[in-house]
């Protein structure tokens, strides 16, 4: 006997990426910044810890939202604030989607999508990426009980876009709202803001765990037109955001020297990494993020992810049911990515 809802017995879950505890593994699998955070963001942390934490924190992280705004381009009414982007995402998928009803994502992509869809009861559609990582007319095929649609841009794993004029047409065909994941968007040429002031049908999600270094403390944010921030407001935790988290966010945002510098650490060295990785006879697709999507001709993606965690370096091994597998590396500090690279150069 369970108690638990049928679909929920029959999920899978979504599986996260090793976060091994302790040990001296180079650790390229879970798409992190290698560098420290900015010095802005531990003073801001360190003053709200010295003021005292006994009080609940500001439910809507104002501050963070204004000056987001204004970095932005947007109102300050035109974002919402999570406890990391996974929690938009959660609560965008908890205020349109009911039971039964229908959630579209691309394959391959980012794989709590489909649990998102699931805790809810929904259906999914799955729409295959074409080889050449766009996207056909069956992503926007007309469906009666179509909710919600997810599209990351940049996608993961394969680091690749589709341009905002192609991401506006696919908006304007679809039945229901689009979700554009922008959770790598700082490393990328492009990006989807301009387009939620063009169709209200437009949202998008973003995250301070990348491009800001500040994964552990869980902080993200959606960009959308007010009415649409005003419903979703509903559905939120009433604190999800900790004091801790609002002000790291705010101080880390304030600080676009460090982004800057940072950024082109990170891109200089993902091309650096492309440019070998070829070179070792490895198919790599070119990246707009902070990792690189690969396979070797003559090695499974498989037994090299388990020869490289032997040897102490740890990437992500993915695989899609009735696309394949392959390897998702991030790109680490020079130091980091040269271990990697003295491994794979024996092949």
């Excluded at 990348?210 to 009415?227: E, M, N």
Aim: with cysteine; proline share 5%.
């Amino acid at each position: 006997m369970s108690f638990f809802r049928s679909h929920i017995v029959a999920m899978t879950g979504y599986v996260p990426g090793e976060q091994p505890q302790g040990g001296k593994l180079i650790k390229l699998n879970t798409n992190e910044n290698p560098y420290p955070c900015s010095p802005k963001v531990r003073a801001s942390i360190g003053r709200v810890v010295q003021a005292g934490l006994q009080k609940y924190p500001d439910p809507s992280a104002t501050a963070f939202r204004m000056r987001a705004g204004e970095l932005l381009g947007v109102g300050a009414d035109q974002i919402l604030c999570g406890n990391g982007s996974d929690d938009i995402l959660t609560i965008v998928t908890r205020a349109l989607v009911d039971p039964g009803e229908h959630v579209r994502f691309a394959q391959p992509s980012y794989t709590l999508y489909r649990t998102l869809a699931e805790i809810q009861g929904a259906k999914c559609h799955v729409i295959n990426y074409n080889s050449d990582w766009s996207l056909g007319p069956d992503f926007t095929q007309h469906c009666d009980k179509l909710r919600l649609a997810f599209l990351a841009n940049p996608n993961s794993p394969s680091g690749t876009t589709l341009p905002p004029e192609e991401v506006a047409r696919i908006a304007d065909a679809l039945p229901c709202p689009l979700l554009v994941d922008e959770a790598y968007a700082d490393f990328s040429e492009t990006n989807c803001l301009e387009l939620v002031a063009q169709n209200e049908k437009i949202m998008v999600s973003r995250t301070l765990s990348k491009s800001y270094a500040l994964a552990g403390i869980r902080f993200g944010f959606l960009v959308a037109q007010p009415h649409v921030i005003h419903e979703l407001n509903k559905v939120k935790d009433s604190y999800n955001c900790d004091a801790l988290s609002i002000a790291g966010a705010t101080a880390a945002i304030d600080d676009q020297k460090w982004l800057e510098q940072t950024r082109g650490a990170i891109l200089a060295t993902r091309s650096r990494l492309t440019e070998r990785l070829r070179e070792l006879g490895f198919d790599c697709v070119d990246s707009q993020a902070n990792f690189v999507w690969c396979n070797h001709p003559e090695h499974s993606a498989k037994s090299l992810y388990q020869r490289l965690k032997s040897d102490g370096v740890l990437v992500r091994y993915m695989t899609y049911e009735g696309w394949g597998d392959g390897l998702r590396i991030t790109v680490g500090t020079d130091e980091q990515v040269d271990a990697l690279l003295g491994l794979l150069s024996f092949l």
